[in-house]
């Protein structure tokens, strides 16, 4: 394996680190607040959350910012990778 491919590799992997990791913070994100709204709920103090609602729009959010950053990512390795040829 030639180092470009190597150092492409790494760029990869860490693209599909960043992506798991920020839609699952999103995912949590979204979970608290769901329980946030639930609480206040029980305590009369909002409407009722629906949970399937909540995090149906959590996960189409969180992959628009996955991928966000997943590409800035993404750009970055192959710009140093061809600034490095």
Same mark, same amino acid.
């Given at each position: +394996? !030639? *180092?470009?491919? #190597? ?7 860490l /693209?599909?680190?960043?992506w798991? !990791? #920020?839609?699952? %913070?999103?995912?949590?994100? #979204? %979970? *608290?607040?769901?329980l946030?709204r639930?609480?206040a709920?029980?305590?009369g *103090?909002?409407? %009722?959350?629906? +949970?399937?609602?909540?995090m149906?729009? /959590?996960? *189409? ?20 990778l061809?600034t490095?040829?």
């Open positions: +394996m !030639t *180092r470009t491919r #190597a150092l492409l590799l790494l760029w990869l992997c /693209a599909v680190l960043v798991n !990791t #920020a839609f699952d %913070q999103w995912v949590v994100l #979204a %979970q *608290r607040d769901y946030v639930e609480a709920w029980e305590l *103090r909002g409407p %009722q959350p629906v +949970m399937a609602e909540m149906s729009e /959590a996960v *189409r959010g969180g992959a628009w910012r996955a991928s966000a950053w997943t590409a800035v990512i993404v750009g970055a390795g192959l710009l140093t061809r490095r040829t």
